[in-house]
Nanobody
Framework: QVQLVESGGGLVQAGGSLRLSCAASGRTFSEYHMGWFRQAPGLEQVFVAAITWSSGSTYYADSVKGRFTISRDNAKNTVYLQMNSLKPEDTAVYYC???????????????????WGQGTQVTVSS
């Protein structure tokens, strides 16, 4: 089992920045690829970003490319999502997720991930 706890959400004005953190415990963090998803009110949960177990590769949704950066610190068992130039449409609950590094599949697909955090609210005011 892997337990994931997100933090860092809050209320920010458009154009501002937030950094989300996701602390992992349980199994060896470096054995897992990590992803961030978000869910806005009334909408489905969608992919935001992912990073491989070794930080060798990162992946982003088109809507956040150039504004968001995913990173990880395996020594601290933590993955981060730096969010800059925030827009009101970024308002959502943000979830981190972990996928065992030997999983086959697609980083963009929520079914690829084995474990999920409880989410943290991000609200961007206009």
């Amino acid at each position: 089992q892997v337990q994931l706890v997100e933090s860092g959400g809050g209320l920010v004005q458009a154009g501002g920045s937030l950094r989300l953190s996701c602390a992992a415990s349980g199994r060896t963090f470096s054995e897992y690829h990590m992803g961030w998803f978000r869910q806005a009110p009334g909408l489905e949960q969608v992919f935001v970003a992912a990073i491989t177990w070794s930080s060798g590769s990162t992946y982003y949704a088109d809507s956040v490319k150039g504004r968001f950066t995913i990173s990880r610190d395996n020594a601290k068992n933590t993955v981060y999502l730096q969010m800059n130039s925030l827009k009101p449409e970024d308002t959502a609950v943000y979830y981190c997720a972990a996928a065992w590094r030997y999983n086959g599949g697609n980083y963009y697909y929520r079914g690829y991930y084995d474990y999920w955090g409880q989410g943290t609210q991000v609200t961007v005011s206009s």
